[in-house]
């Protein structure tokens, strides 16, 4: 095969996996960042047993279009928020681009309260079920960024709470100081650890506190043994599956773009892992999405 068509084929998405009996919900999912349309990303999913998405935002203008598209669809709902790396972004600029957006002018923290304003606002809203994701990235933001970042997540929180809406976190690398927040601010009553990506240790704490797990495609992977071994001692009914899609696309499709049809996928290996078979772990995945954003 010539080199331009297996690198097509890496790229191409992967195949519709078997339906599971049991249907189960995406508890995050990134709709405006995959390709094709709503309808056609949900008609995929519903085809393989997943009926409901999360559908997640991460700045003003994604948490806008979150919204609306759970106001538009009965299969989505939504969550409100500045991604842990938007928040410094907004006071800062964005030097590197990271954001799909561009590069900005730094905007003090003057613009990060105007920000957090209109996410307070749209909170408020009946089909916006959740308030993130929002928490702490040490990998994507530097020192420079931390204080704002804190400064944000600590907002978010009390956003959450006063709505009565679940919080969703994002943690990367940076377990510690996430709990430490949470215990400080005192959690909402609804907390979700979204890409759970701590170790056994740290399950065992998320399970003390009543938080939810929420496993995505990279628990698949090879060198995901902490992960697993979380999933193996986490309680049944606090776990939740995810896509995060178009990221974290799981084993054997990594790299390949990753949609919420992928999530029957995930569930398989995290079944294998539970030992348990899928239908049990797809009804109690389901039962804890509805009770994790209240729907
Ligand atoms: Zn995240
Ligand atoms: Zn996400």
Redesign the pocket.
Known sequence: MPSSASAAAKNAAPPLPEPLRVPVADSHTHLDMQSGTVEEALAKAASVGVTTVVQVGCDVKGSRWAAETAATHDAVHATVALHPNEAPRIVLGDPDGWSRQGARHPGGDAALDEALAEIDRLAALPHVKGVG?TGLDYFRTGPEGKEAQERSFRAHIEIAKRHGKALVI?DRDAHADVLRVLAEEGAPERTVF??YSGDAEMAEVCARAGYFMSFAGNMTFKNAQPLRDALAVAPLELVLVET?APFLTPAPYRGRPNAPYLVPVTVRAMAAVRGIDEDTLAASISANTGRAFDY
């Open positions: 994701e994002h979204h890409c995060d």
